[in-house]
Nanobody
């Protein structure tokens, strides 16, 4: 499985960005998909995830309704719509995929659950 993230850039505080991630693989619909981020000098942090099958979504506590994860099975894509961006959202954002397996909700918040990672796309939010 290969992932390619895009859509990062520079945006002012309060603005919006939509990140995209294309996912290769013949069993796309069976992958759990997630977004993580890593700011300079900080550990990688869970942002959002979607479970395959029931498509339940999970978000990091800091999101507070500002971000939405979605997937398009026809396009093998996963997206992260980010609204009301803050300077503290500045980071490199990574998309990731699990293997073709369902996990409990807590597992999707752990980076170790994901077996494939994209290269990251940089998001900079200016104040």
């Amino acid at each position: 499985v290969q992932l390619q993230a895009s859509g990062g850039g520079l945006v002012q505080a309060g603005g919006s960005l939509r990140l995209s991630c294309s996912v290769s693989g013949r069993t796309f619909s069976s992958y759990g998909l997630g977004w993580f981020r890593q700011a300079p000098g900080k550990e990688r942090e869970f942002v959002a995830a979607m479970r395959p099958g029931d498509r339940n979504t999970f978000y990091g506590e800091f999101v507070k309704g500002r971000f939405t994860i979605s997937r398009d099975t026809a396009k093998n894509g996963v997206y992260l719509q980010m609204n009301s961006l803050k300077p503290e959202d500045t980071a490199v954002y990574y998309c990731a995929a699990t293997g073709p397996k369902n996990y409990n909700s807590g597992a999707y918040r752990r980076s170790s659950t994901y077996s494939s990672w994209g290269q990251g796309t940089k998001v900079t939010v200016s104040s």
